[in-house]
């Protein structure tokens, strides 16, 4: 059964780094086919794809947050994280890793960590 | 700018059918989209019910299905049970972008 859970600090002050990391047990990030995703959710609000990271090093971000996100992945560790530079409160969010199976789906879901952007 | 539009609320009765649907600001959703779904309870991550339009995810019942109708992706919930009250959210593969409708809350009442 594979697990995701997300870790890092639930406290960012505006205009510094937001940095989460994902472990991922029973896979590996290392397979093909899977796209190792991260996902957020605005308190009260709906889903935001962030972007992905395929086992190759390849990526693929959301225009919106293009310029400011990066997503990068430990194959020795099984683990990948998140990036995200010059926060405001509006990227205050409960932030998910997903692993994405084609490309086009979700089919395992990290429980989500609340990242709160305040000083 | 390419928005996916769902209805902001829905409700059913007990027992009844509801079909929620999940289109785009510009154009019609077609299979080439992979349109999925996922439902989500307050407090919890989302689950996978749909994918590629009409596949169930692992141990979904089979009260849940996925179409097209019309221009728009449809999740249709037949014989609605208290516990399907949540919010459900489609996601489309638009190529380069993918992109979450803003979700539909349904009431089961």
């Known amino acids: 059964q594979v697990q995701l859970q997300e870790s890092g600090p639930g406290l960012v002050k505006p205009s510094e780094t937001l940095s989460l990391t994902c472990t991922v047990s029973g896979g590996s990030v290392s397979s093909g086919s899977y796209y190792w995703t991260w996902i957020r959710q605005p308190p009260g609000k709906g889903l935001e794809w962030i972007g992905y990271?395929?086992?190759?090093?390849?990526?693929n971000y959301n225009p919106s947050l293009k310029s400011r996100v990066t997503i990068s992945v430990d194959t020795s560790k099984n683990q990948f994280f998140l990036k995200l530079n010059s926060v405001t409160a509006a990227d205050t969010a409960v932030y998910y890793c997903?692993?994405?199976?084609?490309?086009?789906?979700?089919?395992?879901w990290g429980q989500g960590t609340l990242v709160t952007v305040s000083s | 700018q390419t928005v996916v539009t769902q209805e902001p609320s829905f409700s059913v009765s007990p027992g009844g059918t509801v079909t929620l649907t999940c289109g785009l600001s510009?154009?019609?959703?077609?299979?080439?989209?992979?349109p999925s779904w996922y439902q989500q309870t307050p407090g919890q991550a989302p689950r996978t019910l749909i994918y590629s339009t009409n596949s169930r995810s692992s141990g979904v019942p089979d009260r849940f299905s996925g179409s097209i109708l019309g221009t728009k992706a449809a999740l249709t919930i037949t014989g609605a049970q208290a516990d399907d009250e949540s919010d459900y959210y489609c996601f489309l593969f638009l190529g380069s972008l993918r992109v979450f409708g803003g979700g539909t809350k349904l009431t089961v009442l």
């Open positions: 510009s154009g019609s959703v077609s299979t080439t989209y992979y």
């Open positions: 997903a692993r994405g199976k084609w490309e086009h789906y979700f089919d395992y």
């Open positions: 990271i395929y086992y190759s090093g390849s990526t």
